[in-house]
């Protein structure tokens, strides 16, 4: 079975730019997160699809951070504009149920 | 916010010794999981346990939860240098938002 797939690996950008970031979750899995992970920390979450409908973003800052996951597949979140504390890997995950959480390898940014 | 406290921050040993590493956590669960993350890499489950199990076996790896002291303990015996890596304990709430919350983590790094 593929795992999810997250790109880009890295990306580096100024504060105030925009950027994306994008993941395809494991074929099947209903269930899809989006948790930010900063440097010696546990993830947070941000946002939790199911399907194509958002179950929590609670955590999200909406005015700057925007999520979604179109036809209920992949899914790209996005910050515009960026902060210097956003500078964090930015972890994408799905789960069949509730749980296990199956995790890519996160897209790492740096924001200077 | 985090919801698991682990302990300790960073734990090193010899190989082949066993590592324990402890969780506690604050609110009432559904079950508690623990998650391990090699550097640069995404976070895999390992292994959950249930609020009402008391402990689980899973390999070199064993769970234990105290649902009474809201704390949880995983025990890594006979370790390998593979096994350096963080681990993570994540507690599935009962009700609420935020479902999966992780907590800081340990970092353990196992010398040849």
């Known amino acids: 079975e593929a795992g999810v797939a997250q790109s880009p690996r890295y990306k580096i950008i100024e504060k105030r730019q925009s950027v994306a970031f994008w993941c395809n979750p494991i074929?099947?899995?209903?269930?899809l997160y989006w948790y930010q992970q900063i440097l010696g920390q546990g993830p947070k979450l941000l946002i939790q699809?199911?399907?194509?409908?958002?179950?929590?973003d609670s955590q999200l800052p909406k005015d700057r951070f925007s999520a979604e996951r179109l036809k209920g597949v992949d899914s790209t979140l996005k910050i515009q504009p960026a902060k210097l504390e956003d500078s964090a890997v930015y972890l994408c995950?799905?789960?069949?149920?509730?749980?296990?959480?199956?995790f890519g390898n996160g897209t790492r940014l740096t924001v200077t | 916010s985090q919801q698991g406290e682990e302990d300790p921050q960073a734990l090193s040993i010899q190989e082949g010794e066993n590592a324990t590493m402890n969780c506690s956590y604050k609110?009432?669960?559904?079950?508690l999981q623990w998650y391990r993350q090699n550097s640069g890499r995404g976070l895999v489950h390992l292994i959950l346990?249930?609020?009402?199990?008391r402990e689980k076996h899973s390999g070199r790896l064993r769970v234990t939860l105290d649902t009474s002291k809201k704390s949880s303990s995983l025990l890594i015996t006979a370790s390998r240098a593979a096994d350096t890596a963080s681990y993570f304990c994540?507690?599935?709430?009962?009700?609420?938002?935020?479902?999966?919350?992780f907590g800081q983590g340990t970092r353990l790094t196992i010398n040849p």
């Open positions: 074929s099947g899995h209903a269930t």
């Open positions: 346990i249930r609020s009402n199990e």
């Open positions: 609110t009432s669960i559904n079950n």
């Open positions: 699809f199911q399907n194509n409908g958002v179950v929590d």
């Open positions: 994540a507690t599935e709430k009962i009700q609420g938002a935020q479902k999966l919350v």
């Open positions: 995950a799905s789960s069949l149920g509730s749980t296990p959480l199956h």
